[in-house]
């Protein structure tokens, strides 16, 4: 008997040593271990041997049985292991092939840009306001210390309705209204929007474009508070290294007034195309409330002071991306569209 | 404003100061430089050349050679075509290689076989006019002996120092608060303010009045309206020589961008661009009677101006008139009837001051925007006009251009009183933030000719602009340094900015359609009135009434757009027309709808339109759909839409609200309208009120319990019409199903002989489910019994037989 288990395993190590498939393993497993297996039928056979014998052949034949199995399952790992690395191989693909792309669209330009100023200025505590574009003369020149027949309405060419209903030429129409909204300071409010000036289209012209105003009522606002506010705002806007230069302006709603450059983003200022070899980008215009302005909206210039900032939004998106063009900013050709 | 530094040096010295220096110093005080030149800057190496001798070209008729002196050691020679030159005619000589106007290089070479080391030059080739140079001849050489009033020269002179072309003009920006520096003493006095220099201003002197005549034996002025015209100041000049004015004076006018006319309208010019003050010169023979009236134009009164064109006056604008007519338009233009001529032998100078707004009105009104009307529509000194006539009278002494008759003509209603505003030293330094030292500020305001005393700072009377503390604060800083406030943070409180409830909701939904694929355009907000046609609005649609522009720049601009979706159809149809694949464009802006009544403003709603090719109408819908869950608006209904012309009649729908009011339209473009815009496929579009959509949308959400027991669902096939809508059986079997109703899937729709004509099969997956137990199969096979009856009862429809 003791041969006879001597051969099964031999037999059996030599046949799972030879094994190439899990079938086969799985054939084997019934033939040697199965209900009618091999070494199964030797079990049997144990009743005829005497009680001595016994354990000692069950020893053996017990030891048989788990040499089998643990090697039936070591080449069953094998096995599965050799065929998961041929399938890995066989599913191979070529990876610079063209992607399935995920087709989004883009925010347009002048938006992309648009939001990011907005998103700077309500980190800075602004509200965004909003005003009507068809406004009244009233909104956008009596009430900002421009009355009629005064000569800086020349440098903005109307679009009227009537007689006092126009299309406003600047969204410094919206400080009005928001000092009205607001009763009483403090007021910090950015307001972005169309705007309209009758000029014919060209590269640098467009009889409606965007702005940004922007307007700051409390007590003690004061020049400086306009230059900190700006400089941080051009520091988000165009980068931690950007200065910016105030020069003497003038516009009837703010006194003083000034005219602001930022440094060029492209070159640092040391001239380059964009800037125009300057190294210094005209972005903005601005200065402290004149206090009819504030007298007008019921406010009291003696109390409080304020300024006002205004900048055009087709300027910065067209500095910002190198738009030479200012028609493409409005063809909405997705050529130009796609860029952004 | 062109200012020839030249000129600028006479009243202020700033030769040691480089050109580039001044004008960066300029722009920071506040008189912004747009550029600066040197005056004939393309010509070089061009000299006073004496032509020796003329002799014929030996192989060309129409050519002589010169021999020309030109300084150097031996003598030039020149072959030209010109027929004014002689031997002993002083001529400017382009001495190859050399450069005139334009850059032109002008370089030795042969003219039929003879060597001409140079070229001769007309006025044109010194970048002159006749007005600039009227001895010359059109066609010729300018024979420099001609003009009696040019200095000493001889030959080998570079030929801009001999005709006064070698000056720096600096070109600034004047703002039209600031009038006063329209001129060369103007900018004197903010030269030397900025540079803190000492300016020195020029006081007439006339020489040789004749004692014994008057101006009043031969002019009486009446000023009708003082408002209109606070002062007006005369002159006479008699034994008048009319000629052209000398060379330096020319040069003058010519650097400063002014045409030469003749010596009386020269030295009008002259006095306005240096002292800012217009004037006008009227020829006396011209006037009947000699009494002028300043007086306001009676309706529909003639009018002749200098330049030939008649006018119909209106009532209220400003003329100056002898007894019988009008010979000025106050401020704006001189008349013809009494033009200077060569003939004029009496002059009357006039220099007065008109209100800037009358003076703008009339201009305007008249289309007739002039040097003189841009000055005085700005505020003009009336403390100017004595001066400025007094300096014309002495220019004309000086020219010779006639006698200055004695005693003056000033009409004024009274001295302009000083202006005075309270000098707060404390409260300028915390309202700019700055420390600028009291004395400092007194020292910038007095360089800039304000007194200060006492606690009060007083105006000059050519700054009208400054009137309260902003005003003195800012002629300190402007000196002082605007790049010298220190950057500050303002002192509110800490907080957040926050969007306007609609512009949150835009925002939000422009990122939503971007990430469904779509493009976000840009347009005009004003449209041609033809786009209502394009999309076949029809003619009675209350849309078709825009806000209409009163001053257009064409049709194309001249209405305000009512709707969106023409201007995204032509942004769609630009680029299908330069073969773009698949596209989906939209806009979100506003329309303008006008209000009933016409003195109000128009509302203002968002809308926002979707077009797109490449796709179906399904795939629209579930754009809207998105949408529409995004907002949170559960509640509505879509229907099927067959009356709007825009669209196709049997593929639109609308979107209703639960208040039975409609938020959005879409479907295909009708194929008429497609056809408006070039599309041969088909286009789908819609329309979203983004207005009311923004005022519903609501993103609170409540958390509910994710599902813990199972669905139970149910197929049903109805055998339905043809023209049945899907959305019709939904709706019974919602209702029907109840509350166990959870999902209701569409999945087969069957058309086909076996079911007969005009027949379809619809199938639907119901899925039922119970939030609080596992549905019992007789529970499901009761709703599903509920949904089969009400589907009968209500439609008609019974399960299609397999």
Redesign the interface.
């Given at each position: 008997m003791k041969e006879k288990l001597k051969h099964i395993r031999t037999s059996a190590l030599e046949q799972l040593d030879a094994a190439d498939s899990t079938e086969k393993l799985e054939q084997l497993r019934v033939k040697f271990l199965g209900k009618k297996g091999e070494l199964t039928a030797v079990l049997r056979g144990m009743g005829a041997l005497s009680p001595d014998e016994r354990p000692a052949i069950g020893q053996i034949a017990n030891e048989i049985r788990e040499s089998v199995e643990k090697m039936i399952a070591e080449k069953k790992e094998k096995l599965s292991a050799e065929f998961l690395q041929h399938r890995l191989e066989s599913e191979k693909i070529d990876v610079t092939m063209p992607a399935k792309r995920f087709?989004?669209?883009?925010?347009?330009p002048?938006?992309q840009v648009e939001?990011e100023m907005?998103g700077i200025?309500?980190?800075?505590?602004?509200?965004?306001?909003?005003g009507?574009?068809?406004?009244?003369d009233y909104y956008n020149f009596q009430a900002l210390n421009t009355p009629?027949?005064?000569?800086?309405r020349?440098?903005q060419d109307t679009?009227?309705?009537?007689d006092?209903?126009l299309?406003r030429s600047q969204t410094s129409s919206v400080q009005v209204h928001a000092m009205e909204r607001a009763g009483k300071p403090?007021i910090?409010v950015?307001s972005p929007g169309?705007v309209?000036r009758?000029d014919?289209?060209d590269a640098t012209h467009s009889?409606?474009f965007h702005q940004l105003e922007g307007l700051?009522v409390?007590k003690?606002?004061?020049?400086?508070?306009l230059?900190?506010?700006l400089?941080?705002f051009a520091r988000r806007m165009f980068g931690n290294d950007t200065k910016i230069?105030?020069?003497?302006?003038?516009f009837?709603f703010t006194?003083?007034?000034?005219?602001i450059d930022i440094s060029c983003f492209m070159c640092g200022g040391k001239g380059c195309k964009v800037c125009k070899g300057e190294g210094w980008i005209e972005i903005l215009g601005a200065g402290?409330v004149?206090?009819n302005v504030l007298s007008c909206s019921g406010i009291d210039p003696d109390a409080y002071?304020g300024f006002a900032f205004g900048m055009g939004i087709e300027r910065i998106a067209m500095k910002k991306y190198s738009i030479d063009d200012m028609r493409l900013?409005?063809?909405?050709?997705?050529?130009f569209?796609?860029q952004f | 404003m062109n200012l020839p530094i030249s000129w600028l040096n006479e009243f202020v010295d700033v030769k040691d100061i480089d050109i580039k220096n001044y004008c960066d110093r300029m722009t920071d005080t506040g008189s912004k430089v747009e550029g600066w030149s040197v005056q004939a800057g393309d010509i070089e190496n061009v000299c006073v050349g004496k032509i020796i001798s003329v002799e014929q070209h030996p192989d060309a008729d129409r050519l002589v050679i010169c021999s020309v002196d030109v300084g150097e050691e031996k003598s030039r020679q020149i072959v030209t075509a010109a027929t004014n030159v002689y031997a002993g005619a002083y001529v400017p000589v382009a001495k190859a290689p050399a450069k005139v106007a334009g850059g032109v290089s002008i370089k030795s070479g042969k003219l039929r076989g003879a060597v001409s080391d140079g070229m001769f030059c007309s006025v044109a080739e010194l970048g002159l006019t006749l007005h600039d140079m009227p001895y010359a001849v059109e066609d010729g050489i300018l024979i420099l002996n001609d003009d009696p009033t040019l200095g000493d020269y001889k030959p080998g002179d570079d030929i801009k120092e001999i005709l006064k072309l070698s000056d720096n003009i600096v070109e600034f920006e004047i703002t039209p608060n600031r009038p006063d520096c329209l001129s060369v003493i103007g900018m004197a006095r903010e030269t030397a303010a900025s540079f803190e220099r000492t300016a020195k201003y020029h006081t007439p002197v006339l020489r040789a009045e004749d004692k014994n005549d008057n101006v009043r034996k031969y002019l009486s002025v009446t000023v009708k309206n003082s408002t209109l015209c606070p002062r007006y100041t005369a002159k006479v000049i008699k034994n008048v020589k009319i000629a052209p004015s000398p060379l330096w004076m020319r040069m003058r006018l010519h650097a400063a961008g002014v045409r030469p006319i003749n010596n009386i309208v020269d030295i009008t010019n002259y006095v306005m661009l240096e002292y800012g003050q217009p004037m006008h010169a009227f020829d006396y023979a011209c006037l009947d009677g000699n009494a002028i009236v300043v007086r306001e134009a009676d309706e529909g009164e003639k009018f002749r101006s200098l330049d030939d064109i008649d006018h119909t006056l209106s009532a209220g604008m400003l003329v100056i008139a002898d007894e019988k007519k009008p010979v000025a338009l106050a401020g704006v233009m001189g008349g013809a009837n009494s033009e200077i001529k060569d003939t004029t032998s009496i002059v009357v100078f006039e220099s007065a001051n008109f209100m800037g707004s009358s003076v703008r009105i009339t201009s305007r009104a008249l289309g007739m925007r002039t040097e003189s009307s841009g000055r005085f529509e700005k505020g003009l000194d009336s403390e100017m006009t004595r001066i400025a006539i007094e300096r014309a009278c002495e220019l004309a002494e000086l020219l010779g251009a006639g006698d200055v008759v004695d005693g003056i003509i000033d009409v004024r209603a009274g001295e302009k009183p000083e202006a005075a505003v309270k000098f707060e030293p404390d409260r300028i330094n915390r309202f700019l933030g700055t420390n600028i030292p009291e004395d400092r500020m007194v020292s910038i305001l007095e360089s800039l000719l304000f007194r200060v005393n006492d606690g009060t700072v007083y105006v000059p009377s050519w700054r009208d602009d400054v009137r309260c503390m902003n005003d003195i604060a800012e002629e300190i800083i402007r000196i002082w340094g605007y790049n010298e406030i220190n950057s500050t943070n303002f002192r509110s409180g800490v907080k957040t900015g926050e969007y306007t409830p609609r512009k949150a909701y835009s925002l939000r939904l422009n990122n939503l359609l971007c990430s469904l694929g779509c493009w976000e355009t840009c347009s005009f907000s004003f449209i041609s009135p033809k786009y209502y046609d394009k999309i076949r609005m029809p003619n009675n649609d209350p849309r078709r009434k825009s806000v209409v522009i009163r001053n257009p720049l064409g049709e194309d601009t001249s209405v305000m757009r009512t709707v969106l979706l023409p201007s995204v159809l032509e942004s769609l149809a630009h680029n299908n027309n330069s073969h773009a694949e698949d596209t989906a464009l939209y806009e979100t802006a506003s329309v303008y709808l006008p209000a009933e009544d016409k003195t109000l403003q128009p509302s203002e709603p968002l809308q926002t339109a979707i077009a797109f090719y490449g796709g179906d109408f399904y795939t629209m819908k579930g754009i809207i759909e998105t949408v529409l869950d995004d907002a949170g608006v559960l509640n509505y209904r879509t229907a099927s839409k067959s009356n709007d012309p825009t669209y196709h009649p049997g593929r639109c729908a609308e979107i209703i609200l639960s208040d039975k009011s409609p938020v959005a339209v879409f479907g295909e473009l009708h194929p008429l309208t497609a056809r408006n815009y070039g599309f041969d496929m088909p286009v789908y579009a819609a329309v979203i009120d983004t207005e009311k959509l923004a005022s519903i949308a609501c993103f609170d959400r409540t958390y509910k319990q994710i599902p813990r027991y199972p669905a139970v669902s149910r197929d049903f096939a109805f055998l339905c019409n043809a023209d049945t809508e899907a959305g019709s059986i939904e709706e019974v079997i919602r209702r029907a199903g109840g509350k166990l109703v959870e999902k209701i899937d569409l999945f087969d729709v069957f058309r086909g002989e076996k079911l007969g004509a005009g027949k379809k099969s619809l199938a639907f997956n119901v899925s039922l489910r119970s939030s609080d137990h596992t549905l019992t199969d007789d529970e499901a096979d009761k709703a599903a019994e509920k949904i089969l009856h009400a589907v009968e009862n209500e439609l008609g429809f019974k399960l299609r037989e397999m």
């Open positions: 087709n989004i669209g883009h925010r347009h002048l938006a939001d907005c200025f309500r980190s800075m505590g602004f509200d965004i306001e909003e009507p574009e068809v406004e009244t009629e027949n005064h000569p800086a020349d440098s679009f009227y309705i009537t006092n209903i299309l403090p910090r950015v169309r309209y009758s014919a289209v009889p409606m700051v409390d003690d606002i004061t020049m400086g508070d230059k900190g506010t400089e941080t230069r105030f020069r003497p302006h003038h009837p006194e003083p007034s000034a005219e402290m004149h206090p002071s900013l409005y063809e909405n050709d997705l050529r569209l796609r | -």
